[in-house]
C-alpha cells in the first residue's frame, strides 16, 4: 500500500514501517460538445459550428492540442469563427430588405449567437468501440471518459466522427462533418466537411422563409496560440503570457493563384496545395530571451525544450464551383487575408448585430477581401509580430487567418460543399529535448555539443541551429497536407494497420506487472505482431517519456507478456499496439497507441515475507526540491510511498536535524 504526506518541507529523513491509504482522483468535462481523443491530435468539437474564446475550462484555450500524447495543454487554438453572409436579403422581422446580411458563431460568444445559430444535433459516430483497458481490475483509459459513441456505423471512411447539424438565421441549414483517423502517420489532422443548404429554415421554431440567396460566403477565422505547456494554458510557466492569446503568432497563406508555379510544378513543395499554416513568434516579452533566442519558446531556466515547436492550418481538399457543379474550384478559397484577433469585426465587444446593416457590411468586406499581396509573416519580416500598426490586422491582441469561400448563388433547395484538413505538426519529442538541450548549452557556456543542422552540415550558431530544427516543421505540416489530401483522394481507402486488441489488461504483482490482451488482431491477413510501449512515473504529460518494452511478430505472437524489469517504487503505464506485416503502404503500419494507453498505474506490490530489509521507503531523503523527478505525475508530487511492510507496524519520520 502507498501512503501519502503532503505539505512538508526539505530534507525528511524516514525510518519506516507503515501501512496507509493510496487516494486516486479523477475528473472529465463535456457539456454540448463532444471530444475527439484517438489520435495525436485532440479536441472537443461544438454544436454551434465554431469553438469560440473562453468556451473550454482550462486556460481557455483547451482544444486542438498537439502531440496530446505528451498532455492536452499541448493546445493551438484560441478561437475560430464560422461566418456566413449574402447580399440583399430580406430580413422578416425587420420587414424589409438588407442590403447584405452576415450571421456567425464565434470567435467569441455574444448575447446574439443565439438567435443566429439554432443547434439540431451533435453524434459522436465510431466505427467500433474502443477497448476495454483495465489495471488491477479498474478501468484505466482516459477514453471511458472521452470516447463515449452516440452511434456505431461499421461503414465509417474514418475511426471517429462528429457530426453538427444546425440552422441558421439566414436560412442556411449545415451540416458539419469532422472526421478524425488513428493510423499514426494520419492522426495528427481532422478533415471537415461541410454542406452549406438554403433550406430558408430562419429561426428555432423552424420558420421557413424560402428566398434566393445572392453572392453568399461563407468565412472561417481561426486564432492560434501556441503558449501550450510553455504557459500551462494559464501563464503559468517560461512562455510569455501573451504568447497563451496568440500575440506573436505568425500566419502564411500560399498558393491562393492556382497559375503560380508552386502550385503547378511537381518538384515544389507546395505542390497542388493551397492553403496555410501558423506558428509561434518571438514575444516581446520575453525578458531573459532575445528575439533570435525565443524561436520555439524554449525553456531557458531548465532543460532547453521548446513549448510552441510546431506548426498548425489547414489545406482545402475541395470547393464546388457552384450548386449545380461538384468539380473543386481551384480558385477556392477567394479570400486569404488575415485579421486582428482582437477588435469589434471578430467581435471583441459583445454588440454583435445581425440587424446593423453598417457593421454586417464591414464583416462582409473582410469575408470577401481577396488575396493579401503578402503573407502575414512576410510583412512581419525579421521582427516582432506586435511591429505591425495596422489595426486591421493587428489589433494588440493578435492576428488570425481568415479564408472566405464564394460567392455562390443559392436558390431554394441549392447546396454547395467545402472540405479541408486541419491538423498540427511540427519537430517530435525526442529531437526536441535533443536540439532545445544542446542550444542552452552553448547558451549558458556550460558545454560545446555538436550543432548538426537538418541538412547534415555543423553550425557553431547555436540559435541558428535551433530555428533550423524548429522550421522543420514546415516540412512536417505540408507532409501532413499531402497525406490528408493522398487520403481524400482515396475515397478514404488508404490501407489500415489491424484493429488493435479488443481488451487490454494489466495486474501490479510482488515480483512482475503481467499483461494480457485479445487475440482478435491476428485474424487480420496482414496481421504481423504486436508492440508494447512503456511509461515510468507519468503517461500523458510533458514530462512522460515512452520506450519499446516488447516486440513480437506473426510467427511468435503471444498474448500475455510479464515485465520483469520493473522497479518496486514506481509507476508504470503500457500500451499495445497490432502491427501489420508492412506489406500494404510500403512501411509498417500500427494501430493507434490511444487505443489502449493505461491511464491508471501498476507497480510491484508487497513481496513475501515481513523482515525489514525487505522495506523500501520512496523517496528517502523526501526533497521538495526534487518533487517533478520522483514520483512524475503531478498529482502525486507531494507522496511519501511505503512498500513491503508487515500488516501491523510503526512509522517513525525525522527531519534532516534529528526532530522526530
Keep these: 500500500m502507498k501512503s501519502e504526506i503532503t505539505g512538508f518541507g526539505r530534507g525528511l529523513r524516514i525510518a519506516t514501517a507503515a501501512l496507509a491509504l493510496a487516494v486516486f482522483a479523477g475528473a472529465g468535462f463535456a457539456q454540448d460538445v463532444r471530444w475527439l481523443r484517438v489520435g495525436q491530435l485532440q479536441s472537443f468539437i461544438n454544436e454551434v459550428g465554431a469553438e469560440y ?8 484555450t483547451n482544444h486542438f492540442s498537439w502531440p496530446a500524447q505528451y498532455g492536452i495543454e499541448q493546445n493551438t487554438v484560441r478561437q475560430k469563427g464560422l461566418w456566413i453572409g449574402a447580399k440583399n436579403f430580406y430580413d422578416t422581422r425587420l420587414g424589409k430588405t438588407l442590403s447584405v446580411k452576415v450571421i456567425g458563431s464565434g470567435p467569441r460568444n455574444p448575447e446574439e449567437r443565439i438567435n443566429m445559430i439554432f443547434e439540431k444535433e451533435i453524434k459522436l459516430i465510431g466505427r467500433d468501440y474502443h477497448p476495454v483497458v483495465s489495471v488491477d481490475d479498474q478501468l484505466a483509459t482516459v477514453l471511458d471518459t472521452y470516447d463515449v459513441l452516440d ?32 493510423r499514426p502517420d ?58 497563451v492569446w496568440g500575440e506573436g503568432t505568425l500566419n ?23 492553403g496555410y499554416y501558423s506558428y509561434y513568434g518571438p514575444e516581446d516579452d520575453r525578458q531573459n530571451v532575445s528575439y533570435n533566442e525565443d524561436w520555439g519558446c524554449p525553456n531557458e531556466n531548465e532543460d532547453g525544450l521548446m513549448g510552441s515547436a510546431k506548426f498548425a492550418g489547414s489545406v482545402t481538399l475541395h470547393a464546388d464551383k457552384s450548386p449545380g457543379n461538384t468539380e473543386d474550384d481551384v480558385y477556392q478559397p477567394k479570400t486569404t487575408w488575415y485579421i486582428a484577433s482582437d477588435g469589434d469585426i471578430v467581435g471583441m465587444s459583445a454588440n454583435v448585430s445581425q440587424y446593423d446593416e453598417s457593421y454586417m457590411g464591414i464583416r462582409y468586406g473582410v469575408m470577401s477581401e481577396g488575396h493579401a499581396p503578402q503573407a502575414h509573416d512576410e510583412l512581419i519580416g525579421d521582427h516582432y509580430a506586435m511591429t505591425l500598426t495596422d489595426a486591421r490586422r493587428q489589433g494588440g491582441g493578435g492576428t488570425s487567418q481568415g479564408q472566405g469561400f464564394g460567392p455562390w448563388t443559392l436558390a431554394p433547395g441549392d447546396s454547395v460543399r467545402i472540405v479541408f484538413a486541419e491538423g498540427v505538426n511540427g519537430i517530435g519529442r525526442e529531437k526536441n529535448r535533443e536540439v532545445g538541450w544542446n542550444w542552452l548549452q552553448w547558451r549558458n557556456n556550460t558545454a560545446a555539443p555538436a550543432l548538426i543542422l537538418p541538412d547534415g552540415s555543423e553550425t557553431t550558431d547555436h540559435n541558428a541551429y535551433k530555428k533550423a530544427w524548429v522550421f522543420t516543421g514546415v516540412d512536417s505540416v505540408l507532409a501532413m497536407y499531402r497525406s490528408a489530401k493522398r487520403n481524400f483522394e482515396s475515397g478514404w481507402a488508404l490501407p489500415e494497420p489491424p484493429p488493435p486488441p479488443r481488451w487490454f489488461t494489466v495486474r501490479s504483482g510482488g515480483d512482475r506487472i503481467q499483461l494480457t490482451w485479445d487475440n482478435n488482431a491476428e485474424a487480420d491477413p496482414h496481421f504481423g505482431g504486436y508492440v508494447i510501449t512503456r511509461a515510468v512515473g507519468t503517461v500523458l504529460g510533458v514530462d512522460s517519456r515512452y520506450e519499446t518494452v516488447f516486440e513480437c511478430g506473426a510467427a511468435d505472437a503471444v498474448n500475455e507478456w510479464n515485465d520483469t524489469t520493473a522497479t518496486r ?36 506490490l508487497k513481496p513475501a515475507g515481513t523482515s525489514l530489509s525487505q522495506v523500501r521507503v520512496v523517496p528517502n531523503p523526501y526533497d521538495l526540491r526534487a518533487r517533478a523527478f520522483q514520483f512524475g505525475d503531478e498529482s502525486q508530487y507531494d507522496r511519501i510511498a511505503f512498500y513491503g511492510l508487515p500488516p501491523r507496524c510503526k512509522v517513525r519520520v525525522y527531519t534532516e536535524r534529528g526532530d522526530l
Design 186 to 243: 494520419q492522426d495528427d489532422y481532422y478533415v471537415h466537411d461541410y454542406m452549406f443548404k438554403n433550406t430558408g429554415i430562419i429561426d428555432r421554431q423552424g420558420t421557413v422563409y424560402s428566398q434566393t440567396l445572392q453572392d453568399l460566403w461563407v468565412y472561417f477565422v481561426t486564432r492560434y496560440a501556441f503558449a501550450g505547456e510553455a504557459c500551462g494554458g494559464f501563464g503559468l510557466g517560461w512562455g510569455a503570457f501573451n504568447s
Design 53 to 60: 474564446e473562453g468556451e473550454s475550462q482550462v486556460g481557455n
Design 569 to 604: 517504487g514506481f509507476d508504470y503505464y503500457y500500451a499495445i499496439q497490432s502491427k501489420d506485416d508492412g506489406t500494404q503502404d510500403g512501411k509498417t503500419l500500427l494501430s493507434g497507441i490511444f487505443w489502449t494507453l493505461t491511464s491508471r498505474p501498476a507497480n510491484l
Design 151 to 182: 452511434s456505431l456505423d461499421e461503414n465509417l471512411p474514418c475511426d471517429r466522427m462528429v457530426l453538427v447539424k444546425f440552422n441558421t438565421s439566414i436560412g442556411v441549414s449545415v451540416t458539419k462533418r469532422v472526421m478524425a483517423f488513428t
Design 252 to 274: 502564411h497563406a500560399f498558393n491562393w493563384d492556382p497559375g503560380a508555379a508552386s502550385f503547378t510544378n511537381p518538384s515544389s513543395p507546395t505542390y497542388g496545395l493551397r
